[in-house]
Every structure is written in structure tokens, then in C-alpha cells.
């Protein structure tokens, strides 16, 4: 009787693929608590820490995630016990760096309403003015704002590969009838009400009285602004920090490195001169504009201890204000203020194609 013989079945073997995919995670996992943890000591303090300080920073949520749910893919048993607790201390750390606004996701809790006397202040960084765009879109763009306080940067050109001046404040002027016009370097402040004091802050401090454009315009990244509001100044400063790095030139020549090594103790001046003139000052304030800076990065530590960020007035989850076609993954303009001066509202608004960064629309007033 001929018995049918059973198939061989060939012994287990444990799969590669799994082991493999499970070291790639733990190896990312641990790469990326290196860079925050070196981040938190880092930044701010070492030169070099600006430029991994560029990348997004939702970043800092994201990427635990994305390790999360490989590591629920690929992982098992004792692995999955301990590497998904460490991803989610990991994205609890990283969660005030990523620069994303919580308070969006949550029903009411907005500013109340605002006084009559509230004022509207527009902060924007208008890439090189109109020298780019077509000037009679540029200027209804910004009448189209309708603000009483106007914070403006980059009123210069770029041509052959340097910031050059320019002057277009005579059209300025011509419209906006009425308003008070304060200019220094590339910094412009337009206001509706009278203009009692500028006084010069941080490098700006050097004399004037003979020195180029372009020593103006290297001391002067910050801008600050006497207003006589019905009867109560409100200072307001008007901020460009220099950018941290030359675009134009090679990540692979020392040329490139230099730039980022000078350029640091400039950005920590000009830092250090508009934390110590706004704690000084005994008016209510506004502090807007270009930062150069995101919130991953150590450099606004000082101001974001001092003075309350904006940012709980604005019902955006994602507040980038500059990106990378067209994606604003990166907040670099911030604004702030002290408890005299409350936040009604706070939004990004469009360029309309006239700038690379977001305009700040606020209305404030002063605190009873």
C-alpha cells in the first residue's frame, strides 16, 4: 500500500528584515535624541548650533511621531516596551520647540473684545521694498492694511549681490497724508498719532552724523518708537536681526562658515541692546518684526522670558511666517508685549506675492 508522503516543511527561520527595520529605528530614535539633547545645551550658546537650528521646527513633533508608528510597525515585545515611551519623551520635549500654537485646538479662550480706542499695528518684512515689485501694488497693499502703526523693514534694495539704499519715503509720505514717518537704516515707522521720541537703541547709539548708509544700516536693527496715544505713550520697536547666514555662497567653503561665526555676536548684540532698553522702558510696548529666528532657537530665550509672546490672541495652529515654496514652515517674525498693553488680535496675513514673509496684523490697546 503505497502511504502518501507529508511535504517537508522547512525549519523556521527568523526573519532579517524585521531585525534590520528594528536597529534603523533605534538608530534614528537615538540620533534624534542626540540632536535634542545637544540642542537644548547648544543653541544660543555655540556659533556652529544655527545652522541645525534651521531646520522646521514641527520637525520636533514630527519626526517623534513617524518613529512612533515605524517603531509599532517593525518592533515587538521588550523593544516596543521601552522605545515607545522614550519616542514619546522625545516628542513631549521637543512639543515648545516645534513653534505650533496648542491653544488653537481648544474652543473659546480668545481675547475679549477690543476698546474703541484700540489700535491696528501692521509689522512686515517687505523683501527690499518695491524695487522687486510693481510699486503703485506695493504701496495699495499697504494702505489695504488701514493700520494706525505701521512696523516696516527692508526699506534697500539687493542689487550685485549687496544691500544697497534706496529712498522712497517722498512717496511714502505722499500715501499716507497725516502720518508721522520715522526712518533709520532700513527700518521704517509709520504712525497716525504724534511721534514724541526715537531714541537710538543698541549700536544704533553711535553718532550719525557722518557715518555711510551702510554703518546706518549695520547699527540699526532696532527701531523704537515714541507714540503719544490719547494721552499715553506707547513705545513701539521695530526689529531686523541680522540673518545668520550668506545663501549666496557654498555650505562646503570656509567662506560660508565665516559669515555664520561673525554674524553671531552681532545677532547677540543686538539682542542684549533691545532686552535691556525694553526692561528699562516705563511705558507700555510693542516689540515687532524679523527676528531671524525660530523657536527652536536659544537666541530668543531673553525676550521670551520678559515679555508675553502674541501668539495666544491668533487662531492659527501652524504660525509660520516664512518658508520654502510656499510652504511657511518656519516662524521667524515674532511680536511681543509687556502686561500695559493687551492683544486683541493677532494674525498672519498674506504677502500677496509681494514679499517671502507673512505680515503680523495686531490690535492692541493699552491695559486700564
Known amino acids: 500500500m503505497n502511504v502518501p508522503l507529508k511535504p517537508v516543511r522547512a525549519p523556521n527561520r527568523p526573519s532579517r528584515e524585521r531585525p534590520r527595520a528594528t536597529r534603523l529605528v533605534i538608530g534614528a530614535a537615538v540620533a534624534w535624541a542626540l540632536l535634542v539633547a545637544l540642542g537644548q545645551l547648544l543653541s544660543g550658546r555655540w556659533w556652529l548650533w544655527l545652522l541645525p537650528d534651521l531646520m522646521p521646527p514641527p520637525a520636533f513633533v514630527a519626526v517623534p511621531l513617524v518613529l512612533s508608528a515605524l517603531a509599532c510597525a517593525v518592533t515587538r515585545g521588550r523593544t516596543r516596551r521601552w522605545l515607545l515611551p522614550a519616542l514619546s519623551v522625545l516628542l513631549v520635549a521637543g512639543a515648545g520647540r516645534a513653534g505650533l500654537h496648542w491653544g488653537a485646538l481648544l474652543p473659546g479662550g480668545g481675547p475679549g473684545p477690543a476698546p474703541a480706542h484700540a489700535l491696528k499695528v501692521f509689522s512686515w518684512n517687505t523683501l527690499y521694498w518695491d524695487t522687486t515689485d510693481d510699486p503703485d501694488a506695493f504701496h495699495r497693499h499697504l494702505r489695504s492694511k488701514d493700520a494706525d502703526v505701521y512696523l516696516l523693514q527692508e526699506h534697500l534694495a539687493w542689487e550685485d549681490g549687496k544691500h544697497k539704499e534706496i529712498d522712497r519715503l517722498a512717496r511714502l509720505r505722499a500715501e499716507f497724508p497725516g502720518y508721522h514717518l520715522v526712518a533709520r537704516g532700513e527700518l521704517v515707522t509709520l504712525s497716525r498719532h504724534p511721534v514724541v521720541a526715537a531714541p537710538p537703541v543698541g549700536p544704533g547709539r553711535a553718532p550719525e552724523g557722518s557715518a555711510?548708509?551702510?554703518?546706518?544700516?549695520?547699527?540699526?536693527?532696532?527701531?523704537?518708537?515714541?507714540?503719544?496715544?490719547?494721552?499715553?505713550?506707547?513705545?513701539?520697536?521695530?526689529?531686523?536681526?541680522?540673518?545668520?547666514?550668506?545663501?549666496?555662497?557654498?555650505?562646503?567653503?570656509?567662506?560660508?562658515?565665516?559669515?555664520?561665526?561673525?554674524?553671531?555676536?552681532?545677532?547677540?548684540?543686538?539682542?542684549?541692546?533691545?532686552?535691556?532698553?525694553?526692561?528699562?522702558?516705563?511705558?507700555?510696548?510693542?516689540?515687532?518684526?524679523?527676528?531671524?529666528?525660530?523657536?527652536?532657537?536659544?537666541?530668543?530665550?531673553?525676550?521670551?522670558?520678559?515679555?508675553?509672546?502674541?501668539?495666544?490672541?491668533?487662531?492659527?495652529?501652524?504660525?509660520?511666517?516664512?518658508?520654502?515654496?510656499?510652504?511657511?514652515?518656519?516662524?521667524?517674525?515674532?511680536?511681543?508685549?509687556?502686561?500695559?498693553?493687551?492683544?486683541?488680535?493677532?494674525?498672519?496675513?498674506?504677502?500677496?506675492?509681494?514679499?517671502?514673509?507673512?505680515?503680523?496684523?495686531?490690535?492692541?490697546?493699552?491695559?486700564?
Open 212 to 368: 555711510s548708509w551702510r554703518e546706518r544700516f549695520e547699527w540699526n536693527k532696532v527701531l523704537r518708537t515714541d507714540v503719544d496715544v490719547a494721552g499715553t505713550v506707547v513705545s513701539f520697536y521695530n526689529v531686523h536681526v541680522p540673518v545668520q547666514l550668506d545663501i549666496e555662497r557654498s555650505w562646503f567653503s570656509p567662506a560660508f562658515y565665516g559669515v555664520v561665526r561673525d554674524t553671531d555676536p552681532v545677532r547677540k548684540e543686538h539682542f542684549a541692546a533691545l532686552l535691556s532698553d525694553a526692561r528699562a522702558n516705563p511705558h507700555p510696548l510693542l516689540i515687532s518684526g524679523d527676528f531671524n529666528t525660530t523657536p527652536a532657537m536659544g537666541d530668543l530665550k531673553g525676550l521670551r522670558e520678559a515679555f508675553r509672546d502674541t501668539l495666544p490672541a491668533s487662531s492659527s495652529f501652524l504660525p509660520g511666517t516664512w518658508g520654502v515654496g510656499g510652504l511657511p514652515l518656519w516662524r521667524l517674525d515674532w511680536t511681543f508685549t509687556d502686561e500695559d498693553l493687551r492683544v486683541h488680535r493677532y494674525a498672519l496675513a498674506s504677502a500677496a506675492g509681494l514679499s517671502d514673509h507673512k505680515g503680523q496684523e495686531l490690535v492692541v490697546s493699552p491695559a486700564d
